[in-house]
Structure formats: structure tokens, C-alpha cells
């Protein structure tokens, strides 16, 4: 009787070990872990970096479950989940927002967009529209752009996490022309490239600092904004002091 007591306390012991083992997500090796104290982790960083493992530090026990699965969690945040491979999830994250694009989002698509309207503003999202070239291997590396007549703008895709935000440094003391005169006082620029929007007669309409931060992607040129319109006009970009004259 007592050793029928001891082998039942055994054998319930280690059916209570095995009970607990689940399957993890490792996201570092690409594999799946058996995780004894029954505990899958995640944890989505600022920067798009991921960790997806078993819960080595006991956390998970003291804090409970955040759902029954990590695929909704946000950015900057862990998740703790007790089902096998709750903790697998894909994290692409996106710039979003108007100009400044300091915003970040977790997207369900792989690629990132951003938008260049006529009127100069940027407008920066995931590719919910579906527009960008697909598959494992996109036929772009860092930007794919199209200009859209039509749409009076330019459409660019990009693929990796945070790919579409553009981070301007600051020149010191970077002057540009402002204002409708060739010769107008110089403004002081913090974004390192100066515009000018000419109008179909030659005369230039304004002069100003990139303050929309558009330049970085139509380069040292110019392009024609509402083509075939009463409003159809040139914006020139370029990179060097007081360079809009």
C-alpha cells in the first residue's frame, strides 16, 4: 500500500512536470524550444527588434497571461502566453504620420510607403492599399518610387522594418533664400536642402527651406507638380547654401 502511495505521488509529479512543457517560438534561431515551466515570451523593442523565447526569467508566472496569443501586442511592450507557439508572431513596424514621420506602427503588410503629395506634404504609412511590388524577393532594395501624374504625387515602397522615416541631420547655420525675390533674405535651415517652386511663365512663386522634408527624395532637380492643370508648376530641390536664387 505504501509503495502503491509512493509510485502514484511519482507518477503524478512527473505527469505534472510533462504537463506543463509547451513548445516556444525561438526568433533568434529560427526553431521551436520545449519550455518546461509552461511560460512562451515576446517582447516587440522600439527600434522593430524582436525576442521571442521560453519565459527564462520567471516573469510570466508572477504577472499572468497577456492572451492567448502575441500577435496583438505593441510596440514596446512583452507578452506572456501558456499555449504552444503562442509567442510566434511577425513584427514589421512602419513609420506613420505627416511630415515629421516620428510615429511608429506595427503593420500586418512587409512593405513601408511614403507618399509625396503636389502640395509638398508627406504623408508615411504601411502599404495597406497593397500597391507595392510583392513577394519573398521585391524588385527594390531601399526605395522603390513611381510618380503618378495622375494622382499628382510620388509613391514610394520600401521593405524592412522602419524603412520609410527619414532622418534629416541638422546642417549648423544652413541658410537657404525665402520668398518670392531672387535676392530675398537667406533663412536659416535645419533640414539641409533648399526649394523653389517656378511657375510655368519662369517666375519663381516662392523660395524656402525644405521644412516638408521632400527634397531627400527627388534629389538635386527639379519636377513638374500638377502637370496639365491651371496650378502646374516646378519644384526644385538642391543641397548647398542659399543654392535657390
Known amino acids: 500500500m505504501i509503495k502503491f502511495f509512493v509510485f502514484s505521488l511519482y507518477y503524478l509529479a512527473l505527469f505534472s512536470t510533462l504537463s506543463f512543457a509547451i513548445k516556444c517560438y525561438d526568433g533568434e534561431k529560427g526553431e521551436t524550444l520545449e519550455c518546461k515551466n509552461g511560460w512562451c515570451s515576446a517582447t516587440l523593442y522600439e527600434d522593430g527588434r524582436t525576442y521571442h523565447g521560453c519565459d527564462t526569467l520567471g516573469v510570466c508566472a508572477a504577472i499572468g497571461k497577456s492572451g492567448e496569443r502575441c500577435d496583438k501586442m505593441g510596440i514596446g511592450s512583452s507578452c506572456c502566453c501558456d499555449s504552444d507557439l503562442c509567442n510566434k508572431f511577425q513584427a514589421h513596424l512602419c513609420y506613420a504620420g505627416d511630415n515629421s514621420g516620428n510615429e511608429k506602427v506595427l503593420c500586418e503588410q512587409s512593405s513601408c510607403t511614403s507618399i509625396t503629395r503636389a502640395n509638398g506634404q508627406v504623408v508615411r504609412s504601411c502599404d495597406t492599399e497593397n500597391r ?3 513577394g519573398p524577393n521585391p524588385p527594390f532594395r531601399d526605395d522603390h518610387c513611381d510618380e503618378h501624374t495622375e494622382e499628382n504625387s510620388i509613391y514610394c515602397c520600401c521593405h524592412g522594418t522602419l524603412c520609410n522615416g527619414h532622418e534629416i541631420s541638422k546642417k549648423d547655420k544652413f541658410y537657404c533664400h ?7 533674405a ?9 526649394t523653389k517652386s517656378v511657375l510655368p511663365s519662369g517666375n519663381v512663386a516662392s523660395r524656402a527651406c ?9 534629389g538635386n532637380k527639379c519636377i513638374t507638380v ?15 547654401e542659399n543654392c535657390n536664387s
Do not use: F
Not at 525665402?178 to 535676392?183: I, L, Q, R
Not at 533663412?187 to 536642402?193: D, L, M, P, T, Y
Open 210 to 218: 525644405d521644412t516638408n522634408y521632400v527634397c531627400p527624395k527627388i
Open 186 to 194: 537667406p533663412s536659416e535651415c535645419a533640414q539641409g536642402w533648399c
Open 178 to 184: 525665402a520668398g518670392g525675390e531672387k535676392n530675398s
Open 132 to 134: 507595392c511590388p510583392s
Open 226 to 240: 500638377n502637370k496639365g492643370t491651371t496650378d502646374e508648376s516646378k519644384l526644385c530641390c538642391c543641397d548647398s
